[in-house]
């Protein structure tokens, strides 16, 4: 779901001969389409008047029915991220890889070098148009696996690749081109406050800053389009926000960021925060994010969401808009709306309005539902696209208006608690029903999609393999989100967090080859730790970052039994904004104890400290830790950055990694 800085990513928008699924060109594609910041007023004021000469155009075209009637299609967009087989960890290698395979249009970069998007050909929404979606995207899939073997690295599909490190999302592993660094620059433009911030809390707690956009990379999606007519935009619209919630809480697949369990589907949260250019205020005003569900209803047309958008969000870049739209429109020339279509690419909405041009010349109307994460399997992610497609169309069949139903708050309000709690959620439904997602699942969703994938004469085989993937997962109580987070809390208890994490992505890995889909995989285990290699460590993946610390004033009695408690040998010592400005050493203050003998005179931290310890940088590699340790014969190093105390090294934690290469050297 990475950031876009062309316009719209549609599959539409590339022509295809009808019924034969062959491309013939791209009218408007990622890698052509020119988008640059905009550098001064004149440059705004062009830019803008197109935008508003493109909403006035598609005003004429929706009001004297310009738009296509004829077949409807389908499409998706498959985002991965790039393994080093070694380690499991992030490879940075994706424009040497797209070198490699260059004959491929149909493969694309993504905002961080270890991203790839694969575009799929649309289908015609009937017979085997999802069989053939699930082909193409196995066949293309094996094409770059194939081909990232001479990098001794593999795709891996998740919808947070849990080896990812805060050091990945660093701009020098941005994708080299100009329209990622313009969109990061006009991002950071935008920026009220001094740093983008994430906060998300799940079993465990994320906070922290970042001094880029970048942070949104660490998402990877399965972006499904369904094409609709400019009539029924409306209603399909709202269905598609009532079906949010309950798809993505079964599809669930993103738990984990940084080492944290999260939210069932954090990335809806990490994409949220990552860009978001807002910042407290002591006031009350209220300012939207980028990235959003939506305020309210559709009540009119497609173009209620435009021109939203376009009042809330000032212009992020500009492109080089050539064609007059209103012109166009009195030659009667459909236009490609290449101003508003860039304006689109920079607000995120989950259910994002699509616009594109049919073969046949006349413009189309899509729904692109960014929800679905990548993952756990190709068949999965089909079997989520199946869903969701069948239930759009079976909700059509059987709803006059679903705004009748429920209301737009708890629409609003099952969409959070859909992404905190995946499948565990518990919904507000049609009339104020309570029900939780699993039998949501199964009573209502399932049954629609059945009827909407009828309607539309799928083969009666694909939507049976489809939706058996849904009630089967639904049924276990079990999707990607719950099975790695099991998983992951299982591995932490028999090992390191950094080893854990790697064991995890590589039981994602083989799973994944294996086809078998996600609800069905076995909990992984320690003894397949081929591919954990501690000397590749650095010292922000196995230092501590759960501990205790005094202050200068503390008596050093309050120290003693503290690290009694804690059953530590070393305690750090900072100020009141968290800088390290000392170290107690048990050995110190056994002898201070020993000598003390007036119980009415109270020794100080600040009296026994040391006061310039060793530090190391959280960068620093595990074998640089070593060598400080050895050189300076310390048996604890504080972790500084910018003077800052953010972890602790003891030689209790290479004892552990020293016990875990003994155990499976000796296996």
Same mark, same amino acid.
């Given at each position: 779901?990475?950031?876009?800085?062309?316009?719209?990513?549609?599959?539409?928008?590339?022509?295809?001969?009808?019924?034969?699924?062959?491309?013939?060109?791209?009218?408007?594609?990622?890698?052509?389409?020119?988008?640059?910041?905009?550098?001064?007023?004149?440059?705004?004021?062009?830019?803008?008047?197109?935008?508003?000469?493109? %909403?006035?155009?598609?005003?004429?075209?929706?009001?004297?029915?310009?738009?296509?009637?004829?077949?409807?299609?389908?499409?998706?967009?498959?985002?991965?991220?790039?393994?080093?087989?070694?380690?499991?960890?992030?490879?940075?290698?994706?424009?040497?890889?797209?070198?490699?395979?260059?004959?491929?249009?149909?493969?694309?970069? /993504?905002?961080?070098?270890?991203?790839?998007?694969? $575009?799929?050909?649309?289908?015609? =929404?009937?017979?085997?148009? &999802?069989?053939?979606?699930?082909?193409?995207?196995?066949?293309?899939?094996?094409?770059?696996?194939?081909?990232?073997?001479?990098?001794?690295?593999?795709?891996? @599909?998740?919808?947070?690749?849990?080896?990812?490190?805060k050091r990945n999302l660093e701009l020098d592993h941005l994708t080299p081109k100009k329209r990622y660094y313009a969109l990061m620059e006009g991002m950071n433009r935008q920026l009220i406050g001094s740093a983008f911030e994430l906060r998300l809390e799940g079993i465990d707690e994320l906070m922290l800053k970042h001094d880029s956009p970048l942070l949104e990379a660490v998402n990877t999606s399965f972006q499904v389009h369904l094409q609709?007519?400019?009539?029924?935009?409306?209603?399909?619209?709202?269905?598609?926000?009532?079906?949010?919630?309950?798809?993505?809480?079964?599809?669930?697949?993103?738990?984990?960021?940084?080492?944290?369990?999260?939210?069932?589907?954090?990335?809806?949260?990490? =994409?949220?925060?990552?860009?978001?250019?807002?910042?407290?205020?002591?006031?009350?005003?209220?300012?939207?994010?980028?990235?959003?569900?939506?305020?309210?209803?559709?009540? #009119?047309?497609?173009?209620?969401?435009?021109?939203?958008?376009?009042?809330?969000?000032?212009? @992020?870049?500009?492109? #080089?808009?050539? /064609?007059?739209?209103?012109?166009?429109?009195?030659?009667?020339?459909?236009?490609?709306?290449?101003?508003?279509?860039?304006?689109?690419?920079?607000?995120?909405?989950?259910?994002?309005? $699509?616009?594109?041009?049919?073969?046949?010349?006349?413009?189309?109307?899509?729904?692109?539902?960014?929800?679905?994460?990548?993952?756990?399997?190709?068949?999965?992610?089909?079997?989520?696209?199946?869903?969701?497609?069948?239930?759009?169309?079976?909700?059509?069949?059987?709803?006059?208006?679903?705004?009748?139903?429920?209301?737009?708050?708890?629409?609003?309000?099952?969409?959070?608690?859909?992404?905190?709690?995946?499948?565990?959620?518990?919904?507000?439904?049609?009339?104020?029903?309570?029900?939780?997602?699993?039998?949501?699942? &199964?009573?209502?969703?399932?049954?629609?999609?059945?009827?909407?994938?009828?309607?539309?004469?799928?083969?009666?085989?694909?939507?049976?393999?489809?939706?058996?993937?849904?009630?089967?997962?639904?049924e276990k109580h079990m999707n990607g989100a719950r099975w790695q987070l099991r998983s992951f809390t299982k591995l932490k208890e028999e090992t390191t967090q950094a080893e854990a994490l790697t064991i995890l992505a590589h039981s994602i890995h083989i799973n994944q080859k294996s086809q078998i889909p996600g609800h069905l995989w076995e909990l992984p285990t320690i003894d397949n730790t081929e591919h954990w290699h501690p000397q590749d460590?650095?010292?922000?993946? =196995?230092?501590?970052?759960?501990?205790?610390?005094?202050?200068?004033?503390?008596?050093?009695?309050?120290?003693?039994?503290?690290? #009694?408690?804690?059953?530590?040998? =070393?305690?750090?010592?900072?100020?009141?904004?968290?800088?390290? %400005?000392?170290?107690?050493?048990?050995?110190?203050?056994?002898?201070?104890?020993?000598?003390?003998?007036?119980?009415?005179?109270? %020794?100080?931290?600040?009296?026994?400290?040391?006061?310039?310890?060793?530090?190391?940088?959280?960068?620093?590699?595990?074998?640089?830790?070593?060598?400080?340790?050895?050189?300076?014969?310390?048996? $604890?190093?504080? %972790?500084?950055?910018?003077?800052?105390?953010?972890?602790?090294?003891?030689?209790?934690?290479?004892?552990?990694?020293?016990?875990?290469?003994?155990?499976?050297?000796?296996?």
């Open positions: 779901m990475a950031l876009k800085s062309y316009g719209n990513p549609d599959f539409v928008d590339i022509h295809i001969i009808q019924n034969k699924n062959i491309y013939l060109e791209k009218n408007f594609t990622m890698g052509e389409q020119k988008v640059s910041l905009v550098e001064d007023s004149q440059q705004m004021n062009y830019f803008i008047r197109a935008l508003l000469n493109d %909403v006035r155009a598609l005003e004429h075209m929706l009001e004297n029915e310009w738009f296509n009637k004829d077949v409807m299609h389908i499409g998706a967009e498959q985002e991965m991220a790039l393994v080093d087989l070694k380690n499991y960890k992030p490879a940075t290698i994706a424009m040497e890889a797209m070198e490699t395979m260059t004959e491929h249009k149909w493969l694309e970069t /993504e905002l961080a070098k270890f991203n790839l998007e694969i $575009c799929l050909t649309p289908q015609k =929404f009937e017979g085997d148009c &999802l069989s053939n979606m699930h082909k193409e995207i196995s066949t293309r899939l094996d094409v770059i696996s194939g081909n990232l073997k001479q990098f001794d690295a593999d795709i891996l @599909l998740t919808g947070i690749l849990p080896t990812l490190r609709v007519t400019a009539s029924e935009f409306v209603k399909m619209y709202n269905i598609s926000q009532a079906l949010t919630a309950p798809v993505m809480a079964i599809a669930a697949n993103s738990p984990i960021v940084f080492g944290k369990r999260l939210w069932h589907e954090s990335r809806i949260a990490m =994409f949220q925060q990552a860009i978001d250019t807002r910042t407290t205020h002591n006031h009350m005003r209220e300012r939207s994010p980028r990235v959003n569900f939506g305020n309210k209803w559709l009540d #009119d047309s497609i173009l209620e969401i435009y021109k939203e958008d376009i009042s809330r969000f000032r212009v @992020l870049l500009s492109s #080089d808009v050539t /064609e007059d739209s209103l012109e166009m429109i009195k030659k009667e020339v459909t236009p490609n709306l290449r101003a508003l279509q860039v304006h689109n690419s920079t607000v995120y909405r989950w259910n994002r309005p $699509c616009y594109g041009i049919s073969p046949n010349g006349k413009p189309h109307l899509r729904i692109e539902n960014r929800v679905i994460p990548s993952g756990p399997t190709v068949l999965d992610e089909m079997a989520n696209a199946a869903l969701w497609l069948g239930a759009m169309k079976g909700m059509d069949q059987s709803l006059e208006d679903i705004r009748t139903k429920l209301s737009f708050a708890d629409a609003r309000d099952n969409f959070i608690k859909a992404a905190k709690y995946g499948i565990d959620s518990k919904f507000t439904w049609f009339n104020d029903k309570k029900i939780s997602a699993c039998d949501l699942i &199964l009573e209502e969703l399932v049954p629609a999609a059945i009827q909407g994938l009828q309607y539309m004469k799928v083969n009666q085989a694909d939507i049976d393999k489809y939706m058996n993937v849904i009630i089967e997962r639904a460590l650095i010292v922000s993946e =196995f230092m501590q970052t759960d501990f205790q610390t005094v202050q200068k004033g503390d008596i050093i009695e309050f120290v003693a039994e503290l690290m #009694d408690w804690q059953n530590v040998k =070393f305690t750090p010592v900072e100020d009141s904004k968290a800088n390290l %400005v000392g170290l107690v050493a048990s050995d110190k203050l056994i002898r201070e104890f020993a000598k003390k003998s007036n119980p009415d005179t109270f %020794v100080t931290v600040e009296e026994i400290m040391i006061k310039n310890p060793i530090c190391i940088d959280p960068e620093a590699t595990i074998q640089d830790a070593m060598k400080l340790m050895n050189e300076h014969n310390v048996d $604890c190093l504080p %972790v500084v950055q910018h003077d800052e105390l953010i972890g602790m090294i003891t030689e209790k934690d290479f004892i552990g990694i020293s016990r875990r290469l003994i155990k499976r050297t000796a296996s």
